[in-house]
C-alpha cells in the first residue's frame, strides 16, 4: 500500500468520523437549546399555553360563580380529575374553599381572574407540584443515547465515503510506479461521484498504456527497420571506397539516406502530435496539392479538382506530411498515383490519392490506418514499410477536425486520402 492510500485509510476516515460526530454534537445541542427555549417554564410556547389556560379557567367559573354548588363540583372535578389543588378566593382576596393536597413553596401555579361580563366575580389559583425529574432530562438522555447511535453509524459512513478514494489512491500510485495496468475497481454500492472519477481514471490509464506500448512497439520497429538501411550504408561505403560500381552505388547510397529520412520525418510528425504542437494556417488546397507532386516527381497533370475547393485550416508542415504519405503508400503498395483527386464540397475538402493496385481486401478500409498494419503477403515487406504512414495521415486528419478514408476505385486500385474541414471565412 502506498502512502497515498495510507493517508485516505489513516487520516481522510478518521476526520471523517470526527468531523460526524462533531456535525451530531452540535446538532444535538442545537436542538437542546431550541426545547429549552419552547418548552421550559417561562418560555414563549409556555407562557402562551398559560395565557389560554387562564382565560378559559377564567369564563368556565365565571359562569358558576355564583352558584355555590357549580362551583365547588367544578373545583373538585378539576382538582381530582388533573390531580392539582384548586383555591377559590373572592375579590378581596380571602380563601373561600380549597381542593386538593395544597400548594407547596416549589409548586407551579395559575392565577385566574374569574369573569362573567366583564365584571371580576373572584379569582381562581390551581397550583400543581414539580416533577422530580425536570422536564427537559426527559428527553435529554434518548438525544444523547440517538447521537452515540449516531456516532457509531457514522463510522460505517466515514469508511464507506473514504474507500473509493482508497482505491483511487492505490491505482494513482501504481501508475505513479509504472503499473499502467492498474485500473480502479468499486462496488455496486459505491456513490455516483466516485464511479464517475474511476471510470475517468481507468480511461485515463488505458491510453495512458496504449501511449506507452504504441511508443516502445514503435522504438522495437524503428530500430529494427533502421538496422537494414544502415548496414546497406556501411556495405555500399566500402564498395565505393574500393572503386567497384561508384556511380551506382551512390545511387543506392541515395536512395538509402532517402528511405532513413522519410522514416525521420514520419517520427518527428508523430511528436508534434503527441504533443498538439500545431501551427495553423490558412491554406489553399489546389496549392498544396501541386507542392506534393512535384515534391514527389510526379507531373501536374496527375491533379484533378473536382468542385471549388475553399481554403482549409491545418498545419502546413503535417498536412504536407499526410499529402507526401498517400502519395508514397500509392507508390509503394498501389501500383502507382492514377491521380492526386481533391473535391470541395459544403464545409469539407476531400483529399484523395487514386492507386492502380488491386484494391483493399474486404475488413481493410480501417485496418490500414492502424499503426504498424500491414499486408501479411511478403511483398509488401520486402519493401520496407513500418506501417506508420497511413496511421500518420489518420492522425493528422483527425488532430485537424478531420477524418481518413478509403474505398475501392470501380476501375481497379483503391482510392485512400482524408476529409478536413474549409477554414471560417475571414470577418470583414
Not at 492505490?170 to 485500473?183: D, K, L, S, T
Not at 496527375?302 to 471549388?308: F, H, R, S, W
Not at 473535391?343 to 478500409?365: H, I, M, N, Q, S
Not at 481518413?404 to 474549409?422: D, F, K, M, V, W
Request: charge should be neutral; aromatic fraction near 6%; include cysteine.
Amino acid at each position: 500500500m502506498n502512502r497515498l492510500s495510507c493517508y485516505v485509510r489513516a487520516r481522510l476516515q478518521r476526520r471523517l468520523f470526527l468531523w460526524f460526530g462533531v456535525a451530531i454534537l452540535l446538532s444535538g445541542v442545537a436542538f437542546s437549546i431550541v426545547m429549552l427555549l419552547v418548552s421550559a417554564p417561562g418560555g414563549p410556547a409556555w407562557a402562551r399555553e398559560m395565557g389560554r389556560a387562564r382565560v378559559f379557567l377564567g369564563a368556565r367559573f365565571g359562569e358558576v360563580w355564583n352558584d355555590d354548588r357549580a362551583r365547588e363540583a367544578l373545583a373538585r372535578a378539576i382538582a381530582d380529575d388533573l390531580e392539582v389543588s384548586v383555591i377559590l378566593r373572592n375579590t378581596s382576596g380571602a380563601e373561600l374553599q380549597a381542593f386538593g393536597h395544597g400548594c407547596g413553596r416549589k409548586a407551579w401555579t395559575l392565577d385566574a381572574p374569574a369573569v362573567r361580563e366583564g365584571h371580576r366575580l373572584g379569582f381562581v389559583t390551581i397550583c400543581a407540584e414539580r416533577p422530580r425529574v425536570a422536564g427537559p432530562l426527559r428527553w435529554l438522555a434518548p438525544l444523547v443515547a440517538a447521537g452515540i447511535i449516531l456516532w457509531a453509524l457514522s463510522g460505517t459512513v466515514a469508511r464507506r465515503l473514504s474507500r473509493p478514494l482508497e482505491e483511487l489512491a492505490r491505482v494513482a500510485g501504481e501508475i505513479g510506479h509504472g503499473n499502467y495496468g492498474a485500473r480502479a475497481r468499486m462496488g455496486r454500492h459505491d456513490h455516483g461521484e466516485a464511479v464517475v472519477l474511476s471510470v475517468a481514471m481507468n480511461e485515463m490509464a488505458a491510453r495512458i498504456e496504449r501511449q506507452i506500448s504504441d511508443q516502445r512497439e514503435l522504438l522495437a520497429a524503428v530500430s529494427h527497420e533502421l538496422r537494414t538501411p544502415l548496414a546497406r550504408i556501411r556495405l555500399l561505403t566500402e564498395l565505393t571506397r574500393d572503386g567497384v560500381n561508384v556511380q551506382k552505388n551512390l545511387d543506392e547510397l541515395d536512395r538509402e539516406i532517402f528511405e532513413i529520412d522519410a522514416l525521420v520525418g514520419d517520427l518527428l510528425a508523430q511528436s508534434r502530435l503527441d504533443f498538439t504542437a500545431l501551427a495553423k494556417e490558412r491554406l489553399d488546397p489546389v496549392e498544396m496539392g501541386l507542392r506534393a507532386l512535384d515534391r514527389a516527381g510526379i507531373g501536374a497533370e496527375m491533379l484533378v479538382v473536382e468542385g471549388t475547393p475553399e481554403p482549409v485550416l491545418a498545419d502546413p508542415t503535417l498536412f504536407a506530411r499526410a499529402l507526401a504519405n498517400l502519395i508514397d503508400n500509392a507508390k509503394r503498395h498501389g501500383g502507382g498515383v492514377v491521380a492526386l483527386r481533391i473535391t470541395g464540397a459544403p464545409g469539407v475538402v476531400v483529399f484523395e490519392v487514386e492507386d492502380a493496385g488491386r484494391g483493399l481486401e474486404p475488413g481493410e478500409e480501417k485496418r490500414i490506418f492502424e499503426p504498424f498494419y500491414r499486408r501479411p503477403d511478403e511483398k509488401a515487406r520486402e519493401q520496407g514499410s513500418l506501417g506508420l504512414g497511413l496511421a500518420l495521415v489518420s492522425r493528422i486528419a483527425e488532430a485537424h477536425g478531420g477524418s481518413a478514408r478509403s474505398a475501392n476505385r470501380e476501375e481497379g486500385g483503391a482510392r485512400i486520402g482524408l476529409e478536413l474541414p474549409t477554414a471560417p471565412r475571414p470577418r470583414a
